[in-house]
Structures are given as C-alpha cells and as structure tokens.
C-alpha cells in the first residue's frame, strides 16, 4: 500500500524554513504488542515558548482502524514496553520538574499510570521477565556526593567545588562529567515495587541485557578486564541467574560485541560484534554461541560483505538500531543492515546461511518488533521526503499499511525540490554513490550556487532519509549534492577501511571526483560553489579548504581540526589513535600532523565560518578555535559561531532555536559568497590542490 498525501496545486506550496522545526513532530520509539493488535509509540514535539521538548505515547490498532493519543502532558514518556500477556504497559517518565525519569505501569486499556520506582539516576533500559513479574533495569546511581549536595538547598546553589578522576573516560558527550558510579542491573517487583541489585563493581557496567525464555537466567555484556577504559573493545558475554548469584563468562572470540538475545529453546545466544578489537572498519556480524559455553561461536553473516548497522543518517529523529530477532521456531534471525543509502531489515537461516531480504524499501528501517506469533511486524520507516512513520507488514503476505500520518499537513504543504540518485566512477574505478537535490522552482536553463555536504562518522552514511538541513539550503536556491565517499559504511569493508590510517586521501579524492561530475551539470555555476560538514564532515571541509580554492565559500562544523590536540581532548580520549596508525601523539606525531587540516591552512583563501558547540565532547571546541584562529592570522574572510551549552549532536538534538540560529547562520554565509555574481573567475577555479 503506498503511503497516502495530501496533494495541493504546485503554486500554492512553498519551500521549507528553519521555523518548520518547532512544527515537526518525531516519532521515539515503537513497540508492537504480543497479540499484535496495537502498536504503541512515542511522539515527540517541540514547545516554542520554553524551547522544551516533550514526548508522549499513542496507539495505533494494526488493521489500519485508528490512532489515538495514550497519555497526556507537559513530560517525556519514553520507553514503552508491553507486559507479555499484553495487558500493561512499563515506560519511562519524567513527570516531575527536576528529576529523574522513572518507571511507571498502566493498564494497556489506560487508566491512571502508577509509579514503580523511586531511583536516584538514570534508567538506560528496561524489560520484562517472561513471567510478567519483574522488570530488569539498566541503572547508574548518582554519586552519594551529588544525592548529598541536592538535598541541601545552600550546597545545591554553590553547586559543585571540584571533580576528581582517575580514570580515563571521563567526560561523555551529551551526558557532561561523568560520574563515578557505574551501570549495573537492577530488578523490581511489579506487584510491590521492591528493588533488587543484581550486580555491582566500581570498575565496568552491564548492559544489552535480556532474559532467558524460561525467565530462570539473564545474559548481558560487560567489560571486565583491570582496567577496562585502556581495553574498551575488549567485551565478553555474561549469563547469571534472574535471581542473582555467580556470573559465568560465555566464551567468545575478543572484541567488541552487544545485544545477545537467547534462541527460544534457550541452548543458543545470538548476538552482534566485529571479529577483532580495535578495527572500527570492520564489519559489524551476527554471530551465534551455545547458551552453555560447550561450543565455539559462530558469525552466520561473514560469508556475506554487510555490516549490521542502523547508520543512514538524518537530522530530525529516527528508528533505533534493534537486537536481533530469532524465529519462533529457531531456524532464522531477523536484523538491520545499512547498505546503499538505505537500511533494511534482513532475515538470515541460522545453520544453513541463507540470506534474503525482509524489507527493502528506499529509506530506513528503524525499531522493528514482531507480535508472539510473528505473524506480524512493525517498522519505524523514514524516507528522503517523509522524517518517519510506523507501518505494518504481514509476515505471511508481505502486504504492508501506514499506521501513523505525522506531519502530514506540514508536509503537504511543502514543495521540497527533487532529488536525483547518481551512481559514479572514481578516478580509480571504484564504485561511488552520491544524490543531487535542485531547489523548489528549479530551471535546469538557469544558472545555481552549489553546495557540497560532507557527512560525519566516517563510518556513517547518507541517503534515503530526510534531512531538513539539505531542503533548507536547497529552498535558499541552492543546488545541494552529497555522496557517501570511501570511509563510511553500507558499501562493504574495502569500501570503508579504504581511508583507515589515511584520512584525506581517497576519501579528498572521491570528493573532488563527486564534485567534478556535478561541475559540469549546464545548471551549476562553477563560480559559486560552496562546501560544508559537520564533525568528519568538518574535517573534510577544512581539508578541502587547505588543499583546493575551488570553492567560494565554507561552512565547517564541530569539525576536527589538529589530531595531535584532538588525542585526550575528546571523550573518546586515547582511543582517537586508533583510526590514525593506532600510535600515541610521543610515538607517531608527524604522521598526526600530516594528517591534520590545521597544518595546511595557511594555503587556505575560501571564507569560511566556523561553527562549534561549547560543550560539544567528542570534539573539543579547541578544535574549531584552531582553524578560526589560523584563517584569521591569514586574513581569510572568516566568523566564529559558539552555540552555548550545546553538545556534538546540535544539528539533530539541540534547542531548537540554537538549531534555527545555525541553519540561517550558514545559509547567511553562503548568501554572501555565493549569491553576487563574480566579474571573473574564482581563483583556481578548476580542480587542483593548493601548493603546500
């Protein structure tokens, strides 16, 4: 069934504004219940006057009969989670101003929700026991020094004195300075609201937990090596009894690893990993072990180049990466991969290998949950023109229906352009993949400003999922075009280790091919290019900058600069090495430097403004104060924008009106160096790197 619009006349439509944000509402999650009658979801929206967000939970019937809203207010109801006979709902809610989102219950036909939990921290995940009697929790305490502080109103307002650390990972982006209390499980009693801790160090967390089928066990995973911030990939599989007690290791090969889930019958557990530690490029496969150790473990998707990631990247909400889903019977595992610009829902015959498609339509699949009978499943979906609905398919059929219809009015409303997908040859005669967007009214006899959007990760990509940044631009009368370069994901492991140890190499080069193909489209001015990214997207667009004057004009965001400073500034810390020889700044600090845009801008004469977020983590703002400072020792044309309080992830998480100032801030910049037409040509205008 195709998704259903509302159609207007082309001449009443108009092009999309940053102001449109505060009008979009984002779905969170989506759960399908056991019977698979109802789905329940979360929405959220954006309250203009106090810049807070809120989210509240609805229900949609399957068979296409009606939504409604499930509850109501001024809080963020997140999580929800049906009870297995399907009669209640668990979610998470912060209905007090201040505090801690807890647990609540509430009867699934509705009713007044009734609170569980009375937590000091923050709850990362929650699930129920088989039984229905228990809820397992994912939970980090506060530090009885913070407990103790907000309990006196005179300590409360001096706030904090000092923060003391010993260990490495300190600091979390979006999260601040972290605590020292760690996450461990916790189980309460649905009945009676009684709390038990399952497990405890001061050391290492657990999390991805799930329970055995017959409720008698809990796998979950954990780091527990001496000192596991200088082994972070180093993770193993634990089971120990739902009741508590000894934890038994689950033998597996080394490296990183999450969500193992139990097979039915309970003698198996799936779970997701990369075959070694340390090498980000590798492919993320789905592996299975016997639940009793007596047994090696396997990767069933290794025959296979994909990877099971959820990386389609978008910047207005979407699906989560899912654990793997076994059949009913055992035999097959259900699973998100991200490939070609979209992500798609897998399905793949245990011992046999055999690998097939589920869902694959342009766009990507999100939270995905199947009813007791996996007679049917619901997906969140987002597409190049729609941020996301849920939508429900028959397993037996494959017939599909749209559930949810959010901003449906706004959207049709809206003459968003056109996109064209463009499949192209690098100079080397590797297989590239790039889409190009014309603005609303768009004359292919006219002459337009273009801009080149550079994505971050690397290991990321883009593609069939809607990006309110790139219809902004292209509503300026902008051409905005965007490729996935060697260096991310959804295009196999030669694709993406191509760049590892070797950023700005082929990943420059693949731009600049990209760019070159869009050049000499009749309807783009070469005079008046522009380039922007965001985080690696950021690097790239300073690297561009120090090494071609093609461009006109730049925009480079929470980027990185100088991979020298970078080592121990960002929340990753040391581990930052890793994509860059895997050697220390003392070991390897003229490769850093040869590999840091900061080195080459003195070449650099494209105006270009620098945007960062003061508390932006995972790079340092001392990143973005490098290249302003470097440009404006050079009399480059430059401006530094600082968004306060504002974490890596502004563009898609942020205040909205912090969000709003950045959109206009960059299309500002691109006005006035791209709009003025040049009397002549801009200088090195043809492609070329600048002389170092």
Not at 64 to 74: A, K, L, V, Y
Not at 488 to 505: D, F, L, Q, S, V
Request: with cysteine; net charge neutral.
């Amino acid at each position: 069934m195709m998704e259903e619009t509302m159609t207007r006349p082309k001449q009443s439509l108009r092009p999309i504004t940053a102001q449109d944000l505060y009008a979009l509402q984002l779905l969170t999650d989506t759960r399908l219940s056991p019977d698979g009658s109802q789905v329940v979801y979360g929405v959220q929206r954006v309250d203009k006057k106090t810049e807070k967000k809120y989210a509240n939970l609805w229900m949609a019937h399957t068979d296409g009969s009606g939504e409604r809203q499930f509850t109501q207010g001024d809080q963020t109801d997140a999580m929800p989670r049906w009870s297995p006979d399907g009669r209640m709902l668990a979610f998470l809610s912060s209905r007090k101003e201040g505090e801690s989102a807890q647990v609540y219950v509430i009867n699934a036909d509705g009713g007044e929700a009734r609170r569980l939990t009375d937590l000091k921290g923050d709850i990362s995940s929650l699930t129920w026991s088989p039984d229905g009697r228990s809820l397992l929790l994912e939970f980090t305490q506060k530090d009885q020094e913070v407990i103790d502080r907000e309990a006196d109103d005179k300590k409360k307002k001096l706030g904090v004195v000092s923060r003391h650390y010993t260990r490495l990972f300190y600091r979390g982006d979006g999260q601040g300075w972290l605590g020292h209390e760690r996450t461990h499980l916790w189980v309460v009693d649905v009945a009676k609201g009684r709390m038990k801790q399952l497990t405890s160090g001061k050391v290492y967390d657990e999390y991805n937990a799930s329970w055995s089928p017959d409720g008698k066990s809990i796998v979950f995973c954990s780091n527990r090596r001496e000192d596991p911030d200088l082994e972070p990939d180093l993770i193993d599989l634990y089971v120990m009894p739902a009741a508590g007690g000894a934890v038994k290791l689950v033998k597996t090969p080394p490296g990183p690893k999450g969500m193992p889930v139990f097979s039915p019958d309970g003698s198996r557990i799936c779970y997701v990993g990369a075959r070694d530690p340390n090498e980000w490029w590798q492919n993320i496969e789905l592996w299975v072990v016997p639940a009793d150790g007596k047994g090696d473990a396997r990767s069933v998707t290794r025959p296979y180049d994909i990877s099971l990631t959820c990386s389609t990247l978008n910047d207005v909400g979407g699906g989560l990466q899912m654990p793997p889903v076994w059949s009913t019977d055992g035999k097959v595992l259900y699973f998100q991969i991200s490939e070609h610009g979209s992500t798609r829902v897998m399905g793949i015959a245990v011992d046999e290998g055999t690998l097939y498609t589920v869902i694959d339509t342009p766009g990507s699949v999100g939270t995905f949950t199947v009813d007791d009978r996996q007679r049917m499943m619901t997906y969140f979906l987002g597409t190049m023109t729609d941020p996301g609905q849920i939508w429900v398919r028959d397993m037996d059929t494959g017939d599909v229906r749209q559930l949810t219809h959010l901003n449906r009015v706004l959207l049709s409303q809206l003459d968003l352009g056109k996109v064209e997908e463009v499949w192209f040859k690098a100079r080397d005669g590797h297989d590239l993949q790039g889409w190009i967007m014309t603005p609303p009214g768009f004359d292919p006899k006219k002459k337009y400003p273009s801009i080149l959007e550079i994505h971050g990760g690397p290991q990321d990509q883009y593609g069939n999922l809607f990006m309110h940044e790139f219809y902004f631009l292209a509503a300026g009368g902008y051409v905005v075009y965007f490729s996935n370069p060697r260096g991310g994901t959804g295009y196999g492991e030669e694709h993406e280790k191509a760049i590892w140890g070797r950023w700005g190499t082929v990943d420059f080069d693949d731009l600049m091919d990209w760019t070159d193909l869009v050049e000499k489209k009749p309807y783009i001015d070469r005079r008046r290019m522009g380039v922007t990214g965001g985080s690696y997207g950021g690097y790239m667009t300073n690297w561009i900058i120090g090494h071609t004057h093609r461009f006109a004009g730049a925009a480079t965001q929470r980027s990185v600069s100088n991979l020298i400073s970078m080592w121990g500034t960002s929340d990753l810390n040391w581990v930052f090495q890793l994509p860059h020889g895997g050697k220390t700044p003392q070991q390897s600090i003229d490769v850093l430097w040869d590999r840091s845009p900061v080195k080459y801008l003195g070449n650099a004469t494209t105006p270009t403004m620098v945007l960062h977020n003061e508390m932006d983590f995972r790079c340092a703002i001392e990143q973005g104060q490098q290249v302003f400072t470097a440009l404006k020792v050079n009399s480059v044309p430059s401006e530094f924008v600082v968004f306060p309080e504002e974490p890596h992830g502004l563009s898609r998480v942020g205040r909205t009106d912090r969000r709003i100032d950045r959109l206009n801030s960059i299309r500002r910049w691109m006005d006035t160096y791209l709009k003025p037409v040049a009397t002549k040509p801009v200088k090195g205008a043809e492609t070329r790197k600048a002389s170092k």
